[in-house]
């Protein structure tokens, strides 16, 4: 299987918690199921695989795929795993889906969970100020509102709020990037980008452009490593080519790969690998990022 397939799914296990723990290096702790908002959903939960050895650990946020209303924090993630060989902590997290909140539930609790990483870094030895954001589809899409909106404050609602929801660098693979601009059968009531914003986007732009990351590029975006297949039949590439226009617009190193012929996920490229490993090192691993504090 290709780097982030994203086979069909839609069964029970969609249910939240529900997946088995996958296979884990050898020398690997997991705390499974942290609720990282006390007396939260079932969905508010996320799991964290931490290295044995080694403090002030870099860590990978990895925010899952599922259209918004599907999916888990353990689906998808075996690829991911494979950095805790390479001394960084990941943290999986599950999120409210479309079908029992809708946006901006999703960012928030996206940020909940960063803000309570971060409190509770000290505990898990985690360094506060080398966070990454990882995601694909719809997880790059949230992935890559966590990296837009670090700057300000709008969905940063709950619990541990002394703390930054800010993360160091943003990798975005195939995430729709501004939803008034997608395919047009998923500008209409009922499709995902709908269903998730509540409302059909062709008659709330407004509501679609509050969701779509693009809003929020300034210049002080982490960077960014986006990756789109040039044959996406779901979110279009041209999807992402904004997204890094705009990053680049505005002075933020932005990395685009476009992997040919590919389509929504399930590369087979090796060079995707070889750009995300030398991203992480250089800007969550090894770099002086912007630090986490405050807005």
Known sequence: MGILALPDSGNAQDVPNLWPLPPVPPGVIVYPD???????????????????EGRNLPLIIFVHAGAFYMGDKRKWISYELSYLTQGYAIASINYRLSGEAVFPAQIEDCKAAVRWLRAHAAQYRLNPNHFAAWGASAGGHLAAMLGTT?????????????????????????????????????LLAGSPESRFIGCAIKDHPDQARRASPITYVTGDCPPFLIVHGDADPIVPCAQSGLLAAALKKAGVPVTFYTVKGAKHGGFHDPQVQVLTSAFFAKYVKSARPKLAEGH
């Open 34 to 52: 942290l609720a990282y908002v006390t007396h939260g959903s079932p969905s508010q939960k996320l799991d964290l695989y931490l290295p044995k």
């Open 150 to 186: 670090g700057h300000i404050s709008d969905f940063d609602v709950g619990e541990n709020l002394s703390f930054s929801s800010r993360v160091q660098a943003v990798a975005d693979f195939f995430g729709s990037t501004d939803l008034t601009r997608l395919r047009p059968d998923h």
